[in-house]
């Protein structure tokens, strides 16, 4: 039998087995090392990307900061301009009827001062009606003396309103309808006079015409001037 005789070294192995733990320290400290360059270099391109979103986002704010009072002073130019026009309609309007007036008021004096031919002396000029409330009207009569005569005219006025009730003709004297009145109407003037009052209608009354006649107290008895109004057309 053949004994093989090996020389022993203990130390060889301690040797080996430092080795391999070191290069297992080393492999393991530079993958740190790589992985926190890596995530360092990661990081300050992160911070970096940051810096200029923020600094977008503010300009972005900025420029909406801008945008909103763009907006604000276009809102506010164009309510400036509606309220302008609106205030120009209103002027024009009231122009217009002002310019209205005028010559209504120049009618009627020329009316007065000049009249057509065959159209001097006591004359019905206008007569209205304005509703109040439900059946309650204000009228008013406007009665002139035209002509170069300045005599005092006076007398009395009657006003008839023809209508329908219940399906049937209704003819209405105004001493039956009138309101807070007593007395006939009555007139006295030497150019011209207003006659104003109120009147109530009858429930279910439906007016059609108001007729006004002149009863003059002197005078010739022919010159009773009479004339005769559209309901309608002459409410306000």
Sequence with gaps: MAF???????GRWRIIVGVVISLWLASGWFAYEA??????????????????????????????????????RSQRSAQVDREAKV????????????????REELSFYKSIISPDEGKAGLRIYG?????????????????????????????????????ILQDKEKN??????QVAESG?????????QELSGSLRLPENYIPREVKVRLIPRSGKKSNKPVRTFDWQKARL
């Design 4 to 10: 093989v005789i090996k020389e022993h070294r203990p």
């Design 35 to 72: 992985g926190g360059y890596k995530s360092s270099s990661a990081y300050s391109q992160l911070v970096s990307q940051q810096n200029v979103l923020q600094k977008e986002l503010g300009e972005l704010l900025a420029l909406n900061s801008e945008l909103q009072a763009q907006v604000s």
């Design 87 to 102: 205030e120009l309609a209103k002027e024009v309007k009231d122009f217009h009827d002002q310019q209205a007036e005028l």
């Design 127 to 163: 007569f209205s009606v304005m509703q109040a409330t439900g059946s309650l009207y204000h009228y008013k009569l406007v009665l002139i003396q035209s002509g170069k005569s300045d005599n005092l005219v006076q007398g009395s006025v009657k006003i008839v309103v023809k209508g």
């Design 172 to 177: 209405l004297d105004l001493g039956e309808i």
């Design 184 to 192: 006939q109407l009555s007139y006295k003037f030497r150019y011209f």
